[in-house]
């Protein structure tokens, strides 16, 4: 038994030890062999080697350029007094089309045919036109964008379709990018707001403020309309040169409704209603005039005996 198991520890060492040697020698064999392909070919290795360091050297020097172009052609915009959504529409375009031509040029240093390539792209442009449908509307809506000029950069906009509303900060070619009141950053298809309604709430100087104001049906309406009138007459965000209105907008179930309109800097909307807002309450209460809640009166019958 001793014997038998000896030699079974003697024949596993021995395999043990053949399969090491012929791993040893197939390495061997193959560094030999990579050592021999590259001594082979170290004229092509050294060529290729060179022509990445040109490519690098080109893309590098062609990023310098490429930022110099667009710097030359924003001062040039900003000298002609363009609108600044035309101004980030040709400097994101021109970025797109000199790095575009860049990666090209480096494409034809490493040998490949510039006639070639332009057939691939020319057979590819069919296929990326259709898988792109979207950002190719995308793109046609920047350009109608920046040719009817629905809005500008610095505008305040409402997206009617989702409700999306902030300023205007960047129009470039495939999106617009709208900064909120809380300063959160929306960025929105240009598709989108060329193909949908939207409210340039800033597009005049001058913007109405519409206000309703309640009162209870026992309140002496002309007095409430004094006092409406003269605190249009004492706000400072008010045109006085403009239409300024007090009047019965509505006889509702439970109140005399009230209509304010004025005329107020587009800037200045929103510090006047909610200072009007605040006022009217103030001095209606200072005054006696209710501003009633909903109600209901119930008229109970006697019962008959």
Not at 10 to 21: L, Y
Not at 132 to 143: H, P, R
Not at 176 to 186: H, P, Q, V
Not at 248 to 266: C, F, H, I, N, Y
């Amino acid at each position: 038994m001793e014997d038998g198991a000896v030699n079974d520890v003697a024949q596993t060492t021995q395999e043990t030890v053949e399969e090491v040697v012929q791993t040893t020698q197939n390495t061997v064999e193959e560094v030999s062999r990579l050592t021999s392909y590259i001594h082979e070919n170290i004229p092509v290795i050294i060529s290729f080697g060179l022509k990445v360091l040109f490519a690098i050297l080109i893309f590098c020097i062609g990023r310098i350029l490429i930022r110099w172009i667009r710097k030359l052609v924003g001062k040039s915009l900003e000298r002609s007094k363009v609108d600044k959504g035309v101004e980030q529409f040709v400097d994101s375009m021109l970025k797109f089309v000199l790095y575009f031509v860049l990666i090209f040029t480096i494409l034809t240093k490493f040998g490949v045919d510039a006639a070639s390539v332009a057939a691939v792209i020319a057979s590819a442009g069919v296929a990326v036109g259709l898988a792109l449908q979207g950002s190719l509307s995308n793109f046609a809506g920047g350009v109608l964008i920046l040719l009817l000029k629905p809005f500008k950069v610095g505008d305040y906009i409402i997206e009617d379709t989702n409700k999306n509303e902030g300023t205007v900060k960047e129009i470039q070619i495939f999106y617009t990018k709208l900064s909120t009141i809380d300063n959160r950053i929306i960025v929105i298809p240009n598709g989108m707001l060329t193909n949908n309604s939207l409210t340039n709430v800033t597009e005049k100087n001058e913007r109405q403020l519409d206000l309703r104001v309640s009162i209870s049906y026992s309140a002496d309406i002309r007095k409430a309309k004094r006092i409406l009138e003269s605190m249009l007459q004492r706000d400072g965000a008010v045109l006085k040169d403009a239409q300024m209105n007090v009047f019965v907008a509505e006889l509702a179930d439970s109140a005399v409704v009230l209509g304010m309109r004025a005329w107020v800097k587009s800037d200045e909307y929103w510090p006047a209603k909610w200072r009007f807002l605040e006022n009217i309450k103030l001095e209606l209460d200072e005054n006696g005039i209710e501003i009633p809640y909903p109600q209901m009166t119930v008229h109970m019958g006697k019962e008959k005996s």
